[in-house]
């Protein structure tokens, strides 16, 4: 069956450290993976999206990157944290029978 | 660009139906989708619909989409206290299979 792992699940990071937060799905190849951000009282915004290994778009401009070295392997990153990275972070897979979610990382920058 | 537009608050008492409104500007859509989010949790999927049909019907659950306004609505039956949740809605297509989310509407049940 497929699942879709996500961790931490809360990490409180200080201002200007770094981050890295993984996803990881099992029991199907070459997925569709997604990063959303979940910002308080926001909807759903999504970051990143990948449709193979190393092929990385950005939805938009942030402080933010990620990375794809594995099939089944999704990160996302930052060099130095800003306040305004604080939210809750879902990865995502998806392919042709619709998307999983993981149970997201709420990260809360200090 | 793809954009999906949700009211941001709905209160109703128990027992009462509820009815969320949603509406997206991409005609290119495949299939729109719901989505419950409870405190503190992930999403999970409620119910979906293909964009060649009109009404699905799951349980307490009736979906209806007007794809020549882009208006897509979740009509919940007989809301009980449980269904308390934001509700989103989304949609996807295309080479990439994106899924747009709207902005929520935080559905409050009274008792």
């Known amino acids: 069956s497929q699942t879709i792992h996500q961790w931490p699940a809360t990490l409180v990071q200080p201002v200007g450290s770094p981050l890295s937060l993984e996803c990881t799905v099992e029991g199907t190849s070459n997925p569709n993976l997604y990063w959303y951000r979940q910002a308080a009282g926001r909807g759903l915004q999504l970051l990143f999206y990948s449709v193979g290994i190393g092929q990385i778009s950005s939805e938009v401009p942030q402080n933010l990157s990620a990375s794809r070295p594995q099939d089944r392997q999704f990160i996302l990153s930052s060099k130095k944290l800003l306040l305004s990275d604080s939210g809750f972070y879902l990865c995502a897979w998806s392919d042709n029978y619709g998307y999983t979610f993981g149970s997201g990382t709420r990260l809360t920058v200090v | 660009g793809e954009d999906v537009e949700q009211s941001l608050f709905l209160s109703v008492r128990e027992g009462d139906s509820s009815v969320i409104n949603c509406t997206y500007t991409d005609s290119s859509s495949t299939y729109l989708y719901w989505y419950k989010q409870e405190p503190g949790a992930g999403l999970q999927l409620l119910t979906y619909?293909?964009?060649?049909?009109d009404m699905k019907q799951d349980q307490r659950l009736t979906v209806l989409l007007n794809k020549k306004d882009k208006h897509l609505s979740l009509r919940i039956a007989d809301t009980q206290t449980g269904d308390s949740a934001i509700y989103f809605c989304a949609e996807s297509g295309g080479a990439t299979n994106k899924l747009i989310f709207g902005t929520g509407t935080l559905l409050a049940v009274q008792p």
């Open positions: 619909i293909f964009s060649n049909m």
